[in-house]
């Protein structure tokens, strides 16, 4: 004779799991299961420094030529364009949203999602 | 109008503030030039004609009493005027400043009228010339910066904006001109002698700046810690 097919309770109440207190986690939650508002607030990375070859190439022409800045006027001229686009770099980067990264800052995030809550009910 | 304190009962008008004025963003600069105003309106670009139309209907900002539309005003030398001033005294800081101008002249023309004939073109005898010349060359390209990392402070290599360079440029200038000079030198004689030295790229202004850029290659090791 085949095994006879039991629902899975009845084969787990013969078992005596139940009398044991093997019982299936209750769940309680302590906070809502729903996303928050906010995020939690991350360190900005650094960004990295600027012009630093520029800079590296203008002292190297320094150092040969005795740190007057005549013989050196090219290599001067093109570290001031590196800071002056560095420069404007970084004012136009503060109006947009993205960082160079690709992530929004924390703080910008924050005001996003205050500005589209998450609905908890309905009305 | 006496001065004292009244009853806020007595007084109908409002006090008017007399430092830092905050204007309204809607008030607009004046304009001192004279070119801009003989321009006819043709050859006027695509900005300039709206800025007219923008100044016909916004108020325009009080124009500064050091602000000038005379062909002898030169904002550097108001700037390096104002920096010689000692509490408030803009006419013993203007006279000293005219002497030195005056000082300088003298000096390159004597060397003018003693120079044989070929080298009489090399010689500069515009003081004004000599001004802004000897300032560019003081001016330091490469500044130190105070960085804290890790519990201890370096000096950071760190490019420098143009007033901060103009600004160091006249310090420099003025406190070598303040304090190493002999007891009866006059500043006028001081200042000019060390405008001409720094003209030619000698003296201890350049020297100062020379140091200071020595520093900054010592410590290029550093300039990763900026994050600007």
Known sequence: MAAPAYPAWVTRWVSGQWRN????PALRPPRALALADKVANRREQATEATCITEMSVMMACWKQNDFNDAPCAEEIRMFYDCVAKAEKERKNQNEDTMSSRGNLPSSKVNKLLKRFPQITRYV | RALGYSPASLVPCRIMPVRWNRYNPSYLEPEVKKESYQKPLEELTEEEREHMELKAVRPIKAAPPSLSSSVF???????????????????LARSLMSQTLEAIKRKQLEKYHKAPENEKETIECNPYVIFHQALKNCQPIIGLSNITKGGKTYQVPVPLT????????????????????????????KLSQELLLAFKNEGPVIKKKHVLHKMAEANRAYAHFRWW
């Open chain 2, 73 to 91: 005003s030169d904002p550097m030398i108001s700037k390096f005027t104002n920096m010689m001033m000692k509490s408030g005294n803009k006419v």
């Open chain 1, 21 to 24: 207190k093997k019982r299936p």
């Open chain 2, 162 to 189: 143009d007033n901060r360079k103009r600004f160091l440029a006249m310090k420099w200038l003025i406190t070598e001109c303040r304090e190493n000079k002999h007891r009866r030198t006059l500043m006028p004689d």
